[in-house]
Nanobody, 125 residues
Framework: VQLQASGGGLVQPGGSLRLSCAASGFSLNIYDVAWFRQAPGKGREGVSFINSNRLKHYADSVKGRFTISRDNAKNTVYLQMNSMKLEDTAVYYC????????????????????WGQGTLVTVSS
């Protein structure tokens, strides 16, 4: 069971990146998936969430700029990041909630079971 986050890199303010979270060893289709990020010197925070029925949530700081989606055929969840800002600089992680788990707030980090290794996103001019 493995989650692989990829797509990070260096981007200028106002630019775009698309992150991918690919699952191997299990079907991601039945899992609720979230993206978290951790900026230098700060705690990890929830960025966006998509459940198995494609219900979505976003942190206020990224609403209107980021879009989460999933492609079940590719066993992958994506995070499209547009109009990026300096404050989006962070290591981004994807994570899954256990199926049939107790209802929790989508950004409750401790509830997430599997985590990807993180991909670094740097926004800089």
């Amino acid at each position: 069971v493995q989650l692989q986050a990829s797509g990070g890199g260096l981007v200028q303010p106002g630019g775009s990146l698309r992150l991918s979270c690919a699952a191997s060893g299990f079907s991601l289709n039945i899992y609720d998936v979230a993206w978290f990020r951790q900026a230098p010197g700060k705690g990890r925070e929830g960025v966006s969430f998509i459940n198995s029925n494609r219900l979505k949530h976003y942190a206020d700081s990224v609403k209107g700029r980021f879009t989460i989606s999933r492609d079940n055929a590719k066993n992958t969840v994506y995070l499209q990041m547009n109009s990026m800002k300096l404050e989006d600089t962070a290591v981004y992680y994807c994570a899954t909630l256990p199926p049939l788990g107790a209802p929790v707030r989508w950004d409750y980090e401790a509830a997430y079971e599997y985590w990807g290794q993180g991909t670094l996103v740097t926004v800089s001019s």
